[in-house]
């Protein structure tokens, strides 16, 4: 997949450490054509290094110019993301997934969302409203706090521009001050069933957040009736193979490629035009050298990956034999000369939280107009 370079050209940091950017792309070449709901993989160079590739969804239209992400700010990758000065350049692969609405199916839709998961369907919202889609849009959306919530303004703006789109928020943690025409506690039944403009089997869901959120909400969509055919998710969590990818370090030599050529550039023209080119020649250099390092290192995860699967499975064929003919099956079992296993994707294991039955909503939805979130600042 190629990468294409786009900049940033504007970034802000809220109070609750998400990370508003917007990126334009840096060439024609670079442009990158999306659907609502699909993620990319974004990467930059820290330190000479193309940091590895995370996965962001989408929070803008592709009605828009640009692209912006929505990004909780917590590790190394992202803490490095929000550090960028506007201007600076960003690797992006993608668009990927398929958590994206079918074009043409006018069935009503209900967005679930929790936490950072709402960004998806900012982009979906916004599309829909652009392009004066037919179908009514609920989006219910699970937050800890008032202020924790993501692109408010921008979903309350769509709310009150669009009559086919309704909100409603809910407030998992207890003792939180609860904004008038906020539910409370998780996501549930009669929360959704509050959200529908049809009847549930006619009705697409799309689930976005945590692993175990996007459990227990298609297990109560699935007892309210569902069509399991309309129930789409997409998980946060990164698959095992984001995990096992390595991050791509630059050799010597193209370091020192990269430095030369910005040396030479700036020694012989001797003007700012040259400092730009021979930069953005160095980038190349460095996106150029990690794609090949990266190539080689996705090479060797196959052969782990293989030679993991061939110490597998002729040992669960020995156990079905056994079980099968109830006798031991004395042929060896060749061992293979790697045994390295793949990684081990551990996810958090997350505590059961008490919580208060929510009230049950009646329709018509309410047009929320709680208490604003906290003031953004902007990154310099
Ligand atoms: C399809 C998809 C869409 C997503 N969309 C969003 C979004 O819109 N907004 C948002 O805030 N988050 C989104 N995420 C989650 C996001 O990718 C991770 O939370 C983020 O990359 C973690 O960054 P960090 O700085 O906390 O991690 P670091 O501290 O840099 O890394 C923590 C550890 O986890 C591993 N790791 C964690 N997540 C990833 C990943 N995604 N790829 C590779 N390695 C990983 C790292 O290798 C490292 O070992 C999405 C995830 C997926 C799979």
């Not at 294409?4 to 970034?11: A, L």
């Not at 995990?243 to 791509?248: E, G, M, Y």
């Not at 045994?339 to 047009?367: D, G, L, M, R």
Request: charged share 15%; hydrophobic share 35%; glycine share 6%.
């Amino acid at each position: 997949m190629k990468t294409k370079k786009y900049i940033i050209t504007s970034s802000t940091l809220d109070v609750q450490n998400i990370l508003t950017i917007s990126v334009s792309a840096e060439s024609r070449n670079d442009y990158i054509s999306f659907k609502p709901g699909q993620y990319m993989m974004i990467s930059y160079v820290r330190d000479g290094k193309v940091q590895k590739y995370h996965s962001f969804s989408v929070a803008s239209s592709p009605t828009s110019k640009g692209i912006t992400f929505g990004i909780k700010v917590s590790g190394n990758f992202t803490q490095g993301l929000a550090s960028l000065p506007l201007g600076s350049t960003i690797l992006i692969r993608g668009p990927f997934g398929s958590f994206v609405p079918k074009n043409g199916d006018n069935k009503d839709h209900i967005y679930l969302a929790a936490g950072i998961g709402i960004t998806p369907f900012v982009s979906m919202m916004r599309y829909a409203h652009d392009t004066h889609q037919p179908y009514n849009i609920g989006l219910l959306y699970s937050i800890k706090s008032a202020d924790t919530i993501a692109f408010f303004d921008e979903s309350q703006q769509l709310t009150k521009a669009n009559e086919r789109i309704h909100a409603l928020y809910t407030i998992t943690s207890q003792g939180e001050p609860t904004p008038p025409n906020f539910a409370t506690g998780r996501i549930s039944a009669e929360h959704i069933a509050s959200m529908l403009t049809s009847p549930v089997k006619e009705t697409q869901f799309f689930i976005c957040g945590p692993g175990p959120f996007i459990q227990a909400t298609k297990k109560i969509l699935k007892k309210m009736g569902a069509k399991n055919s309309y129930i789409h998710d997409e998980s946060f969590v990164p698959s095992p193979w984001d995990i096992l990818s390595q991050p791509v370090t630059l050799t010597a030599g193209a370091a020192t490629m990269a430095a030369s050529i910005l040396l030479f550039a700036t020694i012989a023209q001797g003007n700012s035009m040259a400092k730009t080119t021979a930069s953005a020649n160095a980038l190349d250099s460095i996106i150029y050298t990690a794609q090949i390092n990266e190539s080689v290192n996705n090479t060797r995860n196959t052969v782990l990956a293989n030679q993991y699967e061939a110490v597998q499975v002729p040992k669960t064929r020995a156990v079905q034999t056994q079980t099968q003919q109830q006798k031991i099956v004395t042929t060896p079992i060749q061992t293979p000369v790697a045994t390295t296993p793949k990684p081990v994707v551990q996810q958090p294991v997350s505590t059961p939280k008490v919580t208060t039955p929510a009230p049950i909503v009646t329709k018509p939805v309410p047009k929320v107009t709680p208490t604003p979130p906290p003031p953004r600042t902007a990154v310099s």
